[in-house]
């Protein structure tokens, strides 16, 4: 069942997104390969979310399927069967309004989250070069 999302996202409705649980920025990582695509089947999708993977574990096919179907629960995405052409029927994702407008959405919440990391980047490199003058190690000493 969706929950709800940072105050004032989805104007106090349930939302399909993970804005406060990222794994792997799947979401915002499907809703830019929908967009840059335009219309697109789940392989197309997973084969341009791959090349934008932010993590080393890359982006699990699995989940952008998992993560195609809530967009499409939450009006963000909409499908179509494609018939056309040799093999099985494809079913074919597009970006709606909603989507694009979410899409606008995960910029604030990456702006944050890169803010965030670049803070805690920093607290960490000061701490850890603190510790290291304080006990008077050095990187090769402290191996």
């Not at 069942?1 to 920025?25: K, V």
């Not at 574990?57 to 499908?79: F, W």
């Not at 604030?108 to 805690?120: E, H, I, K, P, Y």
């Not at 701490?127 to 008077?136: D, F, H, I, P, S």
Request: glycine share 10%; with cysteine.
């Amino acid at each position: 069942m969706p929950r709800r999302c940072r105050r004032g996202h989805t104007d106090g409705q349930a939302c399909s997104c993970e804005m406060g649980n990222i794994y792997r920025f799947t979401e915002p990582i499907v809703l830019l390969a929908i967009a840059q695509l335009g219309q697109a089947h789940g392989y197309q999708i997973t084969q341009e979310a791959e090349k934008m993977a932010v993590t080393h574990a890359g982006v699990d096919s699995g989940i952008i399927y998992r993560t195609l179907r809530r967009l499409e629960e939450a009006k963000r995405v909409t499908s179509a069967w494609d018939t056309t052409g040799g093999g099985p029927a494809r079913r074919v994702y597009a970006l709606t309004e909603s989507g694009l407008e979410h899409l606008e959405e995960w910029v604030q919440v990456l702006n944050d989250l890169a803010g965030s990391l670049r803070n805690l980047t920093r607290d960490c490199a000061r701490t850890a070069r603190e510790q290291r003058l304080a006990t008077g190690q050095t990187k090769s000493a402290a191996k």
